[in-house]
């Protein structure tokens, strides 16, 4: 299947392009080191070359992947906290992570210089997909290189709006103490001790790397951003709140975050040898955020393909499911059939805290789903399914039969960092 052999730098014809150089292709690029495909002509193309740290990947799962030395810290323990109390969860067998970028793009860096990639520094434009190779052009229409198959990890919006449409925003300060401040053995998954916002839910987050130095995060899922102003307010509001001394702290960093929520279906598999990666592959949880676990996944399912001589086409990143129950639920928290913090309080106090993560990984059975949804309250939601399915039916008649495929896909539009505190 594959062109073995190095590929000259002044050649635009490779086997594998990686179209996009952030965090979805930095795990393809370590996972394809991992497996040993050096025969195989690699090409990036992107303007930039990601170096250093631009975001904060948290996500949970098993100790012992190829991540674990990578991580800047991991708990077993976190904190969900509401007007009502502070409860503890254990997490056990599974623990919450905390990954910065600087160390995947590292490992991307050494993982391109083995495996002899060649970088190509400039935009993207339209990819052309013949069904045998895919031409990649910059928005002027120059061809940049041939490629066997495409991994597109570019944002770009849904095929089609969503029936709701949020997003997940945040912004967070990195902290630093001179003296014990912060509790490292746990840290705080979500806070909803934050002023709520007429539409949507907002809750306070707390990563501890040490008991000196923590990223202490505002968060909401909501339809609209707020300005710089408001997220600064929000910030000193929730540290006032932690009993933090704002006075006594240095700012290191500042994170900003934009991450899509929406029941808008993305396509994964856009045209025949094109693969799109990240949140534009469906990697994002619409009732979440949570990406970074399914980028972790299908960068390595796309090497072992690889490795197999087969197709590089990951698995969905979610069951079908499990995306008709977020859309469920985020038409029931737009619509206030539900409140935000009732909705994710009630889910943490009425199941063990490891079933509701593997549930947000997409990773539950269907007994254990059922067991999920009767922790919500079940007239709201009953009312959520009715109103979906009659705007499924609507939808799907207003746009008759489905159109073949056409086999080109067009330039990514620009969202927030995919990813972002997402896992």
């Known amino acids: ?183 490292p053995d746990r840290a705080v998954l979500m806070d909803f001790r934050t002023p709520q916002p007429a539409r949507g839910v907002s809750f306070g987050y707390v990563l501890p790397v040490d008991d000196r130095y923590a990223l202490v995060e505002y968060t909401e899922f909501a339809p609209a951003l707020l300005t710089d102003a408001r997220y600064d307010a929000a910030l000193r509001g929730y540290a006032a709140r932690l009993g933090l001394d704002l006075a006594a702290l240095r700012l290191r960093e500042v994170e900003n975050g934009v991450i899509p929520m929406t029941d808008g279906p993305f396509a994964p598999h856009p045209s025949p040898r094109v693969v799109r990666l990240g949140t534009a592959g469906g990697a994002t949880r619409p009732s979440t955020g949570f990406t970074f676990a399914a980028m972790h996944r299908q960068a390595d399912q796309v090497a072992r393909a690889l490795a197999a001589g087969r197709p590089p086409v990951p698995a969905p990143a979610y069951p079908r499911r499990h995306r008709w129950l977020d859309a469920v639920a985020l038409r029931a928290l737009d619509r206030g059939h539900v409140g935000g913090v009732e909705f994710f309080a009630r889910l943490f106090d009425r199941n063990p805290a490891e079933r509701v993560l593997r549930f947000l990984d997409g990773a539950t059975s269907p007994a254990e789903e059922l067991a999920v949804m009767r922790s919500s309250p079940l007239l709201p939601m009953a009312g959520a399914v009715l109103g979906d399915a009659v705007d499924r039916l609507r939808a799907r008649l207003r746009r008759g039969p489905t159109p073949a495929a056409v086999a080109e896909a067009g330039p990514g539009g620009s969202v927030g960092p995919a990813g972002g505190r997402t896992g």
């Open 1 to 183: 299947m594959w062109q073995r052999g190095r590929v000259d730098a002044s050649s635009v014809d490779v086997d594998l392009a990686l179209v996009g150089g952030g965090g979805a292709a930095s795990l393809v690029l370590a996972a394809l080191d991992r497996h040993d495909l050096t025969g195989l002509r690699i090409a990036v193309v992107d303007p930039l070359h990601k170096r250093g740290q631009d975001r904060t990947w948290a996500f949970w799962g098993t100790p012992g992947s190829d991540l674990d030395p990578l991580l800047s810290a991991s708990w077993s323990q976190v904190e969900v906290v509401t007007a009502a109390g502070r409860r503890v969860l254990s997490l056990d067998p599974l623990r919450y992570a905390m990954l910065r970028s600087g160390p995947v793009y590292d490992r991307a860096a050494a993982a391109e210089r083995r495996l002899g990639v060649v970088r190509i520094g400039a935009p993207a434009g339209a990819l052309r997909d013949d069904g045998h190779r895919v031409t990649v052009r910059d928005p002027h229409g120059r061809v940049l290189v041939r490629a066997g198959w495409v991994l597109d990890s570019r944002p770009r919006p849904p095929e089609r709006p969503g029936r709701t449409s949020w997003l997940q925003h945040f912004r967070g300060w990195w902290l630093a103490a001179d003296r014990p401040t912060f509790d």
